[in-house]
């Protein structure tokens, strides 16, 4: 799956994740409630919907397994729903001591976004990508903050019946931003402060999936490696990819089985650089790495 698939589906799935919550979280009638604990429901429950229909994308759709797609959904929806009740709790904080109006609003839109792309990153345990995520979802929910106060205020002396579908576009607007921006993310924050790479899959089950890097990636036949081998003859922890003085390289980091790098074998405790176009070969499957 290319880069561009896999921002496309990111997109479907956090509008599905938002649809999702807001008929059911929606649902609930906060009017009464403090506006903190409102804010804190909302957050949560936006944040849970959409972190795990985002975490699905990359066990599902990507690595098509199914313990990382459990781990994807379960992780995604307690890291979303942490990160979107402090999110909106702080957003709405800041709209009580800014005495509330458009900014504010867009503060609160934005703060959801940021926890939210920042806790997507840490689910991946990695802090580049979740640090790309904090500021990715910044922008996402500013995006998102004003195209959903846009549709309130244009149709905000309409009847409650076109209120609440405008609320349910919003929200859906919002769960777009974040999908689409999140991946991307990585793409532009990390490619204007660093080079970047990514493996390409070019035979077996993936073939045609891009998987880019941010600093090291692992390898191996282990669903946790950040590219999934599926071969059971590669060791569950095979290799390691991570920059070097002069560019890239790779490390085989297995016990016992070797790998082969433009056709070069790499046996165990053994690093090679790494060319822009080198093919990786292991088991049955081989990879092409770019630099970009």
């Known amino acids: 799956m290319t880069k561009a698939w896999q921002v496309y589906y990111n997109a479907v799935f956090g509008a599905i994740g938002a649809l999702i919550a807001w008929l059911l979280v929606g649902a609930i009638k906060t009017t009464s409630w403090n506006i903190h604990l409102a804010n804190m429901f909302m957050g949560a429950g936006v944040g849970l919907f959409i972190g795990a229909s985002l975490g699905l994308v990359d066990g599902l759709l990507v690595k098509r397994s ?21 999110g909106l709790l702080l957003g709405g904080l800041g709209f009580v001591l800014i005495q509330g109006g458009l900014i504010a609003r867009m503060l609160g839109w934005m ?64 769960g777009v931003s974040l999908g689409v921006i999140l991946p ?50 590669v060791e569950k922890k095979q290799a390691l990819i991570e920059r070097a003085p002069k560019g890239f390289e790779i490390r085989n980091v297995g016990a016992q089985q070797t790998f082969w790098v433009n056709q ?8 090679v650089n790494l060319e822009q176009g080198a093919i990786i070969q292991m088991g049955d499957i081989r990879l092409r790495f770019q630099v970009y």
């Open 66 to 86: 199914i313990a990382p797609t459990v781990i994807g959904v379960l992780g995604g929806a307690a890291v979303g729903m942490f990160s979107g009740l402090v």
């Open 184 to 233: 991307l993310s990585v793409s532009i924050i990390g490619g204007l402060l660093e080079q970047r790479s990514l493996v390409v899959y070019q035979s077996g089950p993936r073939s045609g999936t891009e998987v880019e890097l941010i600093g090291s990636a692992d390898l191996g036949s282990s669903d946790a490696c950040q590219v999934y081998i599926q071969d059971r003859s």
């Open 264 to 271: 070069r074998p790499v046996p165990p405790a053994v690093s």
């Open 111 to 174: 703060a959801l976004g940021a926890f939210l792309g920042l806790g997507q990153g840490l689910l991946g345990l990695q802090l580049k990508r979740a640090l790309y995520g904090l500021a990715g979802g910044a922008v996402a929910g500013l995006i998102g903050g004003i195209l959903y106060e846009i549709l309130t205020q244009v149709f905000i002396n309409q009847s409650e019946q076109v209120q609440l579908f405008l609320s349910a576009v919003g929200l859906v607007l919002i």
